[in-house]
């Protein structure tokens, strides 16, 4: 399953659902490659499901027909990262491979002509299978996905909380980030982690889990981006020209080469917070999700207080338009190293996308952040009226 890192709500747009079959000869190496040119996935609801013959199952993939795998993989490839709902595509798709090809395809035009479904909502298709009649099948969207598919313990198990802050401090003014490490599935589990930390807002630069080594220029652009590379090409990476740049060895824990300022990017009492709240019981977590929830509950409420009253700030006109007061929101808030850093932060592109989408809809969208938003503002006022009390 491949994703795009972006965050995008597409209610009620169609599918645009693909089916395509790669060559026999095609190699399990070459199977990304192929499909992001052989394929069209441009439109945020795009969904192309890919078959690939004669070809061994990759741990992207969904490998096809009980017990032994058959040589034939099913991939997902979207814009929308909404794994569970795929998942449970490719296990429809799965079931009636069994049966014949040709029971696939009216599955996959249902899909067609089904609605995109909204966060949260979900779309019911109506499909028929020989023997067993007509069945209704349930896709569901979830509300909010910012940790599926997320794993924070391999961050973890690289990288200090220290480390960890300065990542994401580098990446939210979207700089250039390089990842390296020895086996593919670390790259590509903390660079997804990486990239998580800094919900709601979603990483709309060059973002490659695992460089390739045609790719391996990719490290001298000098727009932002977020790559993984093999340790084996760690020569190659240094030896080029790179400015600006954070290179961090997930196998040593360490930063091979950075700008020098990722400790002064945050606010310091907000950076503490942050450090304090990920220190705090993270010893005694147990599950992959309890793990994921610690960690991404400090970064979120960071953002919470310092861009959590972006929705006072969009003007709007009688036809619902809204229109961001960028400058009235930043001076807004009290603290000066806040508004220093919400200042840079504006100027993003994390942050105009984010914007943007908020200024087409009238209402702030439902989910985790818009949760922590209210908490927070609640217990602002409960604050404010103890202290009325005390006077």
Avoid at 82 to 94: A, H, N, Q, T
Avoid at 250 to 265: C, H, N, P, Q, Y
């Amino acid at each position: 399953m491949w994703t795009g890192a972006g965050r995008l709500d597409t209610a009620g747009a169609s599918w645009s659902v693909q089916f395509r079959t790669a060559p026999s000869s095609l190699r399990p190496s070459r199977l990304h490659s192929w499909a992001h040119s052989s394929l069209s996935c441009k439109s945020p609801a795009s969904l192309a499901v890919v078959v690939v013959e004669s070809a061994q199952p990759s741990t992207s993939c969904h490998p096809a027909g009980p017990g032994p795998r058959l040589p034939k993989v099913y991939c997902i490839i979207s814009c929308v990262g909404c794994f569970g709902l795929f998942s449970k595509i490719l296990d429809e798709v799965e079931k009636r491979h069994q049966i014949s090809m040709a029971v696939i395809y009216p599955f996959m035009q249902g899909l067609r002509e089904a609605a995109f479904p909204a966060p949260g909502k979900t779309v019911t298709l109506k499909s028929f299978i020989p023997d067993s009649g007509t069945e209704f099948i349930s896709l569901t969207r979830p509300l909010d996905s910012h940790l599926e598919h997320v794993d924070f313990n391999s961050l973890l198990q690289c990288l200090s909380l220290e480390q960890i802050v300065q990542i994401f401090a580098s990446a939210v003014l979207e700089r250039r980030l390089i990842f390296l490490a020895e086996d593919l599935s670390t790259l590509s589990q903390c660079i997804h982690a990486a990239a998580a930390l800094l919900y709601p807002f979603s990483w709309a630069h060059t973002y490659i889990p695992v460089v390739p080594e045609s790719l391996l220029a990719t490290v001298c652009c000098p727009t932002p981006f977020m790559v993984g590379v093999q340790m084996r090409f760690l020569q190659e990476v240094t030896e080029s020209p790179m400015e600006e740049v954070l290179l961090v060895n997930l196998r040593e824990g360490t930063f091979l080469m950075s700008v020098g300022d990722e400790k002064d990017i945050l606010p310091p009492k907000l950076q503490d917070d942050i450090l304090d709240a990920l220190g705090q019981g993270i010893n005694d977590l147990q599950t992959s999700e309890q793990i994921n929830e610690h960690v991404s509950g400090p970064f979120v409420q960071f953002f919470v207080k310092t861009v959590g009253h972006y929705a006072s700030y969009i003007k709007r006109e009688a036809n619902g338009q809204g229109h961001f007061q960028e400058r009235a929101f930043y001076k807004a808030l009290n603290s000066k190293a806040n508004r220093r850093f919400v200042k840079k932060f504006v100027k993003t592109q994390l942050f105009s996308l984010f914007i943007q989408e908020a200024e087409k809809s009238k209402n702030p969208p439902a989910g985790y952040f818009q949760q922590k938003i209210l908490e927070y503002e609640e217990q602002k006022k409960q604050k404010k009226s103890r202290e009325k009390t005390v006077k």
